[in-house]
Structures are given as C-alpha cells and as structure tokens.
C-alpha cells in the first residue's frame, strides 16, 4: 500500500516573473484555489494522507496555506460562514512535512532529499505544474499498475514531436492501450533523436532502489541531477512501466497553459460558468 507523497516545489517559477519576485509560483491561483491545492486533493483522492513537500527559499506561504488560520476561523464562525470555513480546512486529516532544498539542482536532487522519510516502501511523486481533468483519476490507474508489478510507473502523454526537447521522451514496448513496457528513455532530446512521442509528465510512482541512482547520478542538462537519467539507470535492475493518461492534462507552470486551466475549470464552475461562456463569446465577437 502507498502511504506517501513527494511534491517537489522548489522551483524559481521564473517563466511567471515579475509575480512569482516573493510569492511561489505554486500559490498562483486557479479560481479560488492554488495550484498546489489541485495537487493535494488529487493525492489524497487515492486515500494517500502523509505528503512530503521539498520546498526552498520564499515558499513559506505553502507551508502557511496547509497550517491553521485562528484568526480567519474565528472570523468565519462568527459571521456564519461554515461552508468557507469548511474549504479552508480541507487539510485536517492529512499530514504534511517540509524540506528545504537547499539549492536548486534539479528534480532528481529534489526527490533525494526526501529520502529520510520514505525509508522502504513506494511513494508517489506528483509535480504540481501539470494539472489533471479532476474527473480522471490518473493516479488511482497508475497505483493498479504498482500493485500488479511491484515496479515504477511513469506517467505518459503523447505531444507533438516539434515539442519532444521539452520533455523526457521514452522507447517502449506497448503491452496494451495505455500501458507500456518502457525500454529506454532520454531527456529532453532533439527532435531527430527522439525515440518517440510518448513524453513523461509531472506523476510517478518510484521505489526506493531510485534513491541509489539518484545518489551516484552526475548532473546532466542544464547542470542538473536529472530524473529520467536515474530511472533510465534503473532499466538495468528492474522493469519501468508507463501509463498513458486518458483525460486532458493543463501545464500550467507556463503562461499559455496556465490561461488554459484557468479557463478549462472556469468553464465547469455552475457559479460562473454561464457567465463566464457569454463573457468569452462577446469578447470573439469583437476579434
């Protein structure tokens, strides 16, 4: 059974500067949410209740935005407002520890640092940029594949191949639909050089064998100790698997992409989304 949950939110989020100066990209909000708050709800969905931030410098307002808030409670109880004061404390069952990184090298830096708390057992990794359809239950598929062979699953998406050195990019064996056998993977490659369109996106589930390769892995591009370099070194001791997903996943640690999520669940909130519809209409409209 997999109990815990690393979220690796050290980043500079420089792609949203000047907003991002003292406040974390993680907290940018989608609706009346931050992002990082998609993120957790879509953990804990799995029943998944222990969650590992790995954290950095000016990212005290996530470790705030899961910490009480008396005055605000007392205020919201006072004015009757039970409903907020039910969605601000969303978090009470869950339980949270915070890690600082203490410089930024990298995803697969990241993921080492959480290491004290793991110990050995499996444990999910999500990367709260990539923003899942909330009907889909990405992880919950991912977890079944975990529980069939006790080996690491990657989640997969096709992109269009002028965008694979975005990404890292894997050569597998299709086993079924969405289900893949993978036999290589590189990071980031050329456009030439990719082995396929199948991109890793931001939900893994790793065992600890990952901790070994993460530790001996030399930086690779952009200086950084890359991920999919230590799991592409773990091909050699155990099998990694991918799982295609099968609903719509939003970037939103771009600008473009975090326009689209924005929209995607302005469109399905019933309070605004009548309004919203006939707002964007006439704003075409006048294109």
Do not use: W
Not at 102 to 124: R, T, Y
Not at 168 to 190: C, F, H, N, Q, V
Not at 197 to 219: D, V
């Amino acid at each position: 059974m997999i109990t815990k949950a690393v979220l690796p939110v050290a980043g500079l989020g420089t792609r949203f500067l000047p907003a991002t100066k003292a406040s974390p990209k993680e907290m940018l909000p989608i609706l009346d949410k931050p992002i990082i708050q998609y993120a957790v709800e879509e953990v804990q969905k799995v029943g998944i209740k222990d969650f590992i931030f790995i954290t950095g410098k000016h990212k005290r307002a996530i470790e705030d935005h899961f910490d009480k808030a008396t005055e605000l409670e007392e205020r919201l109880i006072k004015a009757g407002k039970q409903e907020l004061l039910k969605k601000i404390n969303f978090f009470e069952h869950l339980n949270f520890a915070f890690i600082r990184q203490k410089e930024p090298k990298g995803l697969g830096d990241a993921i080492l640092c959480a290491k004290p708390f793991i110990h050995e057992e499996a444990f999910v990794v999500i990367l709260s940029d990539d923003v899942m359809d909330p009907d889909y239950s990405v992880l919950k598929d991912m977890i079944d594949i975990y529980e069939e062979t006790k080996s690491p699953v990657i989640a997969l998406e096709e992109v269009p191949f002028d965008e694979v050195s975005r990404y890292g990019i894997i050569a597998g064996k299709k086993i079924r639909e969405d289900y893949y056998l993978i036999e290589d993977m590189i990071e980031k490659p050329e456009k030439s050089r990719a082995p396929s369109n199948l991109a890793i996106i931001g939900r893994y589930i790793l065992t600890p064998s990952i901790f070994r390769y993460l530790e001996k892995l030399q930086p690779g591009k952009g200086g950084e100790i890359q991920l999919t370099d230590a799991l592409r070194a773990l091909l050699s001791e155990t099998p990694i698997y991918g799982y295609k997903i099968k609903c719509q996943r939003y970037d939103a640690g771009e600008k473009f992409g975090y326009l689209k999520t924005i929209i995607y669940f302005a469109l399905r909130d019933p309070e605004i989304s009548d309004d919203f519809r006939k707002f964007l209409k006439e704003q075409l409209s006048c294109i």
